[in-house]
């Protein structure tokens, strides 16, 4: 039916750009093309991204596309999804990619999947874990999908301190197996993706015991379904946990088995050495996180299941045919794997601010409502002052972004190439960043793209908007792989040592060096108007607010602790305090990554493209002080005189923005399937888009729809009985 | 499958209440019920809603159920929700019901059923917008059931500015009819919930065309479907316009018939006259916001449709049958019935916390998690502060709004009964007022929704959580019937029109009596840190902050204009600094009203209650000056030297709620049909209740989903050809 209409009904609408966005892109002042090419890391990756696009939505288009997605039912997406999976692994395997290249696809579909696990979690988890005999065991039939696998650890009862799992595989001698079981309710494995129906296989973690005496937690390698019939084994119930927020999967937290218990809070207190890293250790689901995507969530209960000694993945301990158990080491590539997990989230809330910028931007530019000037036609949304101002901090936060992402991708891979040479002198440090600020942009994130949602008004409400999908499925970030809260804290506990390193003469390095600086004498560096362009000025606020703030809790702490109070009551009574402490060293770490890389354009790129990401990261740095003001104020680290020049340089880089908006979106080139979205599509035809999506939606099947015959013809009959 | 499981892991598992949650029920200072009954408005008032959940919940308890919902599809929910309507209609009229009966059940019943419109917008609109002789036709067929219908305003293309609505409805003198008829794609009606599949009649507001001349805006009674089969009429096109982000209705904005045609903008300027009254008037879908609900909310699109003369609804003015135009009145009423749904919105909005703050205080009352002190137990996670910090402000602002939205109700009651009698003294204020309110307290309640959804960890993501579902449909409220920013404008325009009224001399009354008072003098009345319990010190805080940032915007206004910009490029480049001005006043009033009612409390009831409630309001209010610190310290209306003790007293406060927790929210007596969640249950039984939910999830109802057979076999088989 709506096909029909829409024939009718489209005869006056343009088939080509609205006139409304193009005349957005007839103002840009820089190329678009060199910011794309930069963003994808050069113009050959530029290249490669669009041969992926064009091999998926030009020769897949049917199976690749968004459109049919907001109308589906969850198993109907689940379906859809275990079928792209397995068009994309055999399109690895049909031409051979790079696991590079596996990676750009895997963005260019949202990581709309189901069974991605399989390569993100459950081979590598295999590689890391497992002995060689083992791995030459398992490895080929993973990698061939003869074995399709997850990898299961969070419990009904336990996300967070993953200490206190309670499924058990206890050794028994007579046989040479380890019998796994769940022991009660609260010890079922639950949210593992793919383990509800498409796992035939699945690394679980559970208590080890021997003889009695628990030998910490190992990874156990289980068959789960039958390789004939996919029928779930003797001894193993499964089943999905059932809808989540958004259609899409989540997994929230996996622990690399650890065998070293020790309470968490307990630690701070031991002059804060990073003992942080001993325990909830959060790896997980690194491969689904954004779009649309569904996974098959399972909850995993095991029934006095047997398995042989060699099932037990050995590489890190080991148990012999008598029963005897030695922890062979402690790999800190672990930590590596967790860190990594981290900084792949850090580039997903820059995704989903991405899409959400270019929905926001390309609609409000040709949405039409209103007039600011009696007697002229309805203005362009993106006109008014609020709307921009909902907007902007999401475009310029994308950026920043994309550019920390990067940062600690770099960092990362320095850090793990070291920690396989023996060298973990760098963990720490990353440890500590990566967590807060996995928090602070998954924070950051999810409240940028809810406001660009609303900023589409109540359209922004409707499924085929993306915009809505795309902000419920960012939600996940900040639950996942270490709650946020739990992150700041563990952020805040390294931010403790260093303040006390420096404090008694200690050099600090890398992201606390600012802590050695002597701030006594600190006069705010922004003595007229003008140095609010500055943004080398701007960092120093940022760095004495940061230094000013976590001296403050680490002196109250001290002082808590002096008065005789109970460490564990002092730790609690600060938690607040902490967590506001990270938050501000994060902040500053975020613009100060951001100007770094903004400032190194003017010697690589051209002029105009340098002037352009100058203006944006303005923005971005004196809008963070202009949220946080009390901060700043209390802080003492700007004026009054310095917040009013502020507010004003604030909202005039406002309009300098302001034409070159819609070209700093279309310079994501995101492609229109990538941003599924019927309001941000590149043509700017919004209206039609979203009538058009009204097709495919099942109650428009049918003129009447079966409630009518069952309840709503009795009720206008004026009969007393609906058929309920 | 599920329920085997059930039967077998549950044999350990308590069938009574919780003991952790237990506990915390023997702390409690005050008397539960005595708070239940200042809540529900008295003891008989507790009794009667007892005996409506009684009625639903155990006589009708399979239909009423919440248990399923989470698991059904939008055709199901939209099923199963008309079939609720029709109970509910049926047993309103079997028991004669009262309209206080009616609005209570829909309440119990988180307004969740699809066809409320037709009680709380059609007859509405029916009874004001008829004259005498078209009600004697209508109101009975409708009052009877033989007619359902819907109230169709808001456009694909026009929400906001609704005087840009394009529907028109054209006199043929020839035939003595009107000819409606919808001119272009984006003039289809779109959002009317019940429109798509429900409804036989609508009232439709179209642009009146005589001679070809534009008369404004007028509504029409038109006929959708056939009162046979259901079928839509020749002429009419309609459709669903697809899924929202949650299952839940929202219309996004309804003008209430407003032949002035005044551009909005070029209002504020004539000296803030309340002209802002005479455009973008959105009343709406009062019934179902709130909840899992869902509605078909649709599309409509008029082909040519005739329909007599005699069905343009003709209280306000007439067509003769020669084709002559009269405006009769401008009747305040239809501006009465646009505030009362803002004072509903208020109250959802406490609704939603309400939900929200009990889910989260129960949950985390019974979740174990780490622990604080090493060799103990895990802790209850209520005991961590970030924990309170995240949970208590909601639990406070659920209070806070509950007596806002009484006092709102009482306003708007006394202004419409003068209203009746000719005298609209008080329509500005009161408009005034409930716009910003609804902004306020809908973005208040969003974000502390949210806050608390994210203090449930990973499980607060699953829908069967009711948490999570509340959430999003809460976030309906910050677009629908005047999208947040846009009522913000217009409390500001009504603080600047006082302002210089105040300036002038001129006395304010109301809300905004305090700009007459004499600030020069300030001094922080908050001189040792006992005074932070001091309720009107802390008041008049509040005020100061807002007298001084109202002004300073007034005051930049005035300059601005005074430096000759034109009047457009002014208001536009302050229209954030109006925002913050509008936000300042609404939070004074927000906190104003909470510390009137709760010292109220004092005469009126047990000193035990009296205590809790003004500690939970004493927490509020400092909670409310800790989040925006900069705006006071910018302000000037504390020094650092308060804000240290704020932020003291602000912590020991969460020590002091602890105790309550459990009990303030078991005294919102909410029924378990009502929370609607399975971590959130009287029984604290969390991790039973989400296990026993995935009984009803589709894809647990086989042990094989078909995915397998279509996709995953053929990969596993090493087959190269998924069935795709």
């Given at each position: ?49 669009k ?26 997406l ?17 031409y ?96 593992p ?35 004939d ?10 089943g999905d ?8 999967s ?9 065998s ?8 701070l ?35 006095k ?10 590489k ?5 045919r ?12 672990n930590y ?14 820059k ?34 002052q ?45 440890h ?13 994130s ?10 589409c ?10 915009i ?5 499925s ?9 709650e946020?809260t ?8 390294y ?14 390095e890398?992201?606390t060096?600012y802590?050695n600086?002597?701030?006594t ?6 003595e ?10 701007l ?10 703030v ?16 109970p ?7 600060n938690?607040?305090?902490?967590v ?8 500053l770490t ?17 002029t ?13 740095v ?5 949220q ?31 034409p ?5 979106v ?8 990538s ?31 079966p ?7 009795g ?10």
């Amino acid at each position: 039916m709506a096909a029909r209409l829409t024939a009718e009904f489209l005869k006056d609408w343009s088939k080509g750009v609205n006139p409304d966005i193009q005349k957005e892109r007839n103002t840009c002042t820089f190329n678009t093309e060199e910011l794309t090419n930069l963003l994808d890391g050069g113009p050959e990756k530029t290249k490669r991204r669009k041969e992926l696009e064009q091999l998926f939505f030009n020769q897949h288009g049917d199976l690749f596309s968004f459109k049919r997605r907001p109308f589906m039912t969850k198993s109907e997406l689940y379906e859809h999804s275990v079928a792209k999976s397995v068009k994309v692994f055999q399109l690895r395997k049909e031409y051979g990619w790079s696991e590079e290249d596996y990676d750009l696809a895997t963005r260019i579909l949202n990581f709309d999947f189901a069974l991605s696990l399989h390569h993100t979690m459950f081979i590598p988890a295999l590689e890391r874990l497992a002995t060689d005999e083992q791995k030459a065991k398992w490895l080929p039939l993973a990698q061939s999908y003869q074995i399709i696998g997850t990898y299961a650890q969070t419990e009904l009862g336990h996300g967070t301190n993953l200490l206190g799992l309670e499924t058990t595989a206890t050794f028994d001698k007579d046989t040479d197996e380890f019998v796994m079981n769940t022991p009660r309710l609260s010890s079922m494995k639950w949210w593992p993706g793919g383990l509800a129906k498409s796992c035939t296989h699945a690394v679980v973690l559970a208590q080890l015991v021997i003889d009695g005496t628990n030998c910490g937690m190992h990874p156990f390698m289980v068959q789960l379904r039958s390789l004939d019939d996919h029928m779930p084994l003797p001894g193993v119930k499964l089943g999905d946990i059932g809808p989540k927020l958004a259609a899409n999967s989540t997994d929230n937290g996996f622990m690399i088995l650890n065998s070293v218990r020790i309470p968490r809070l307990h630690m701070l207190m031991k002059n804060g050495r990073v003992l942080s890293l001993n325990y909830c250790i959060t790896v997980g689901d690194i491969g689904q996180k954004i779009g649309y995507n569904i996974s098959d969530n399972g909850f995993l209960i095991i029934n006095k299941l047997r398995i042989p000694r060699q099932n037990m993945l050995m590489k890190n301990a080991r148990v012999t045919r008598e029963g005897k158990f030695t922890q062979l080491s402690n790999n800190k590539a672990n930590y590596a794997t967790m860190i990594l997990v981290r900084v792949n989230i850090i580039s997903w809330a820059k995704d989903t601010m991405r899409q959400a910028a270019c929905v926001a931007v390309r609609y409000s530019a040709v949405r039409r409502q209103t007039t600011l000037k009696p007697g002229t036609p309805e203005q362009q949304v993106l006109d008014f002052q609020t709307q921009q101002y909902k907007i902007f901090p999401c475009l310029a936060g994308t950026y920043a972004t994309h550019f920390i992402a990067q940062d600690m991708f770099s960092a990362y891979y320095s850090a793990y190439n070291e920690i396989m040479r023996g060298n973990n002198r760098k963990l720490g440090e990353l440890h500590a960043q990566t967590s807060g600020l996995k928090a602070f942009l998954s924070d950051m994130s999810t409240s940028m793209v809810e406001t660009c949602r609303r900023s589409c008004g109540g359209h922004g409400y409707l499924k085929s908007s993306g915009i809505a999908e795309n902000m419920v499925s960012s939600l996940a970030l900040v639950t996942i792989e270490g709650e946020n809260t739990v992150l700041y804290l563990q952020t805040a506990r390294y931010l403790m040592k260093q303040m006390a390193n420096a404090v008694s003469g200690t050099k600090t390095e890398g992201s606390t060096a600012y802590m050695n600086r002597d701030f006594t004498s600190y006069m705010c560096p922004i003595e007229v108007r003008e140095d609010c362009k500055n943004l080398h000025k701007l960092r120093d606020v940022y760095v004495q607010r940061a230094h000013k703030v976590i001296m403050a809790v680490a002196q109250k702490l001290q002082m808590d602790m002096e008065s005789g109070q109970p460490q564990e009551v002092v730790f609690n009574n600060n938690m607040v305090a902490l967590v506001r402490a990270a938050r501000a060293h994060i902040h500053l770490t975020v613009i100060d990554i951001y100007i770094s890389k903004v400032d190194n354009l003017r010697y690589t790129h051209s002029t105009e493209l340098s002037k352009v990401m100058t203006e944006l990261c303005n923005f971005f740095v004196i809008y963070g002080i202009v949220q946080e003001t009390g901060d700043f104020l209390e802080m003492e680290t700007i004026g009054l005189q310095q917040l009013e020049w502020l507010r004003q340089q604030e909202m005039d880089l406002l309009a300098v923005i302001r034409p070159n908006a819609v070209s700093l979106v279309d310079s994501f080139d995101l492609h229109d399937e990538s941003v599924a979205s019927t309001l941000g599509q590149y043509d700017g035809n919004a209206y039609q888009h979203l009538f058009e999506s009204t097709q495919y939606e099942p109650m428009n099947q049918t003129q009447v729809h079966p409630a009518y015959y069952k309840h709503i013809r009795g009720l206008l009959k004026g009969s007393n009985t609906s058929k309920l």
